[in-house]
């Protein structure tokens, strides 16, 4: 990869962040998206994150493996593999100059949401629950997370909708990514956003990660994720921003 030393630093922090969103504080994830477009091709930043969530993954759902709600990711599937394909075919049309600003106002409008969510209507705002509420969220997360890798706040909104207890919210998303990621990979390199280049990559990041894991877990336990997520949130915008201009 044509990287300089800070192009390195920069997907370097981003393995470690996407390690602890994976384990511990998945708000975190939201910023990860539009760092890796800034210091890489836009399509190509998609394919390599996408390695880098897989690799996550599996530290996430070795730690969480009976935290997981599986009614709760069997619900989400079909709708969610629905707009994976979608956003593979939406993928297969636009060029990488007009990927970039998409990703930048995909992750403005996962925030804007996620604001909604928490600011505007509060932490305990009544969300609906209906089978269509989740047939929706599913859809938006498959055609966000194809496009973009930023499916992370429409499932922080479902989940937190279904009131699970922290561990299996974590859990939850957990097994949820790791299914959908897994079904992106075949389309991902039939576009060709993930190559033999892209995957080593991931590998070399891969203590970046673990190290990120060990921290997610960490932190589950002990920071105030309020204050943690506001300040996420505002950089994830500043940087979506750059990507938009």
């Not at 880098?52 to 989400?76: C, E, G, K, Q």
Request: proline content about 5%.
């Amino acid at each position: 990869m044509d990287l300089d030393i800070s192009g390195w630093v920069v997907v370097g922090l981003c393995a470690v962040m996407v390690g602890i969103a994976k384990t511990g504080i998945p708000g975190i994830g939201i910023l990860v998206v539009p760092l890796m477009a800034m210091v890489l091709p836009a399509r190509k930043s998609t394919g390599i994150l996408l390695g880098i969530l897989i690799l996550a993954d599996l530290f996430a759902i070795f730690y969480h493996r009976r935290n997981a709600r599986w009614r709760h990711v069997i619900r989400l599937l079909p709708a969610a593999f629905a707009g994976i394909v979608v956003g593979y075919l939406m993928m297969s049309q636009i060029s990488d100059r007009q990927l970039k600003p998409i990703i930048g106002a995909i992750v403005v409008v996962m925030l804007g949401i996620n604001y909604w969510r928490t600011r505007a209507r509060g932490q305990d705002a009544p969300i609906p629950a209906q089978w269509w509420f989740a047939v929706g969220l599913g859809f938006i997360a498959g055609v966000t997370t194809m496009m973009a890798n930023a499916a992370g706040p429409v499932m922080i909104i479902y989940l937190l909708a279904m009131r699970l207890p922290k561990i299996e919210f974590v859990g939850t998303g957990a097994w949820f990514f790791f299914v959908v990621n897994w079904l992106k990979v075949p389309l991902s390199a039939n576009l060709g956003l993930m190559t033999v280049e892209s995957v080593k990559l991931d590998l070399m990041m891969l203590p970046f990660i673990a190290a990120g894991a060990a921290a997610g877990i960490f932190f589950l336990k002990r920071i105030p994720q309020k204050a943690f997520s506001t300040i996420v949130q505002i950089l994830a915008v500043a940087a979506a921003i750059k990507l938009l201009f």
